[in-house]
């Protein structure tokens, strides 16, 4: 077919392939062990696949309403009251999305206009900065460093201007493994109180959390709830991200202009996965036990590389592990991976992707959510690196 002179000017000039796609394919092309991007190599729960198959054989196969059926909002109004005290109403503060990045998109697109400026935290999960980008917004960087990537709130309250329209947080934090504490969230309402500045707070990973830490949501905190966006993941709490489904939390007023722009991203989400997960959530143990699911995986794959030539760094939280390789190379970490994944034959992803300006630390990310054996042959290749 011929090619249209096109004048499109791109909205993402900058914007390629990302370094997951790019890792992945990779990792299968060398077949190497993929401990690149996020996702599990096990399977989902077969009771939760189960309700889903069940509700597909009951005829739930067409569209959803536009928040989402009342049976799942409401069992996670009961989830979030339970675990952090806070009372969401099903009807009218919960929405249920295609996925994270469906919610997080939808929350910007909603109230980010031309010229508003948006506080991000780098290293930072790689849809934040295109979807402020694409509604008009300008990206305002605060940069963490290794090994404990600590946010600058002293940093934070300089930046603030008359321009700042929100600010977005993730904890447990990917891809740094570190969780925000209560003297972080206090020291952030703090600083947003008397304001009219917005909050996303990206707790994909909420479930995921270590060592006896607990997760700091913003719905603990009235001064941040009361303006914030709050984002989760069943795909990242069951096991199953391919299934693109998670949530908003978000007071009346705000989850009034979320489900303005939701309608037409996405109108409504798959119908019979609501359904089993509507069921499934009924049973606690099912979102509580996870915590020591994938602490045992965590553990087992620093017990594995303690003796490598790598240096473990802390992971409080999600399905990521960072190791430094400062003791075994000078490459860059972008080279180093790709080495890595081609010629020992482990796939990982360069943090440094993460960050706006390339910050090389010589740290890498793995994804520890995988089956034991993957760890353990993994690890066996790692140690002798």
Known sequence: MPEYPSTIKSKLPKVGTTIFTVMSQLAQENQAINLSQGFPDFESSEELTGLVNDAMKKGLNQYAPMPGIMALREQIAVKTEKLYGAIYHPETEITITSGATQAIYTAIAATITEDDEVIIFTPAYDCYEPAIELNGGRTVFVQMHAPDYKINWEQ???LINQRTKMIIINTPHNPTGTVLEDEDMLALEKIVSDTDILLISDEVYEHIIFDGKQHQSVSKYPGLAERSFIISSFGKTFHNT????????????????????HQFIVFSANTP???GLAEYLKNETNYLRLNDFYQEKRDLFTALVKDSRFEILPSSGTYFQLLSYKGITDKSDTDFAIELTEKHKVASIPVSVFYHQKVDEKILRFCVAKKEETLEQAAEILNRV
Request: hydrophobic fraction near 40%; proline fraction near 4%.
């Open 242 to 261: 391919g299934w693109k489904m998670g949530y908003c939390l978000a007071p009346k007023n705000l989850m009034v202009e979320f489900r303005k722009a």
């Open 156 to 158: 934070v309250k300089k």
């Open 273 to 275: 996965i609501q359904y």
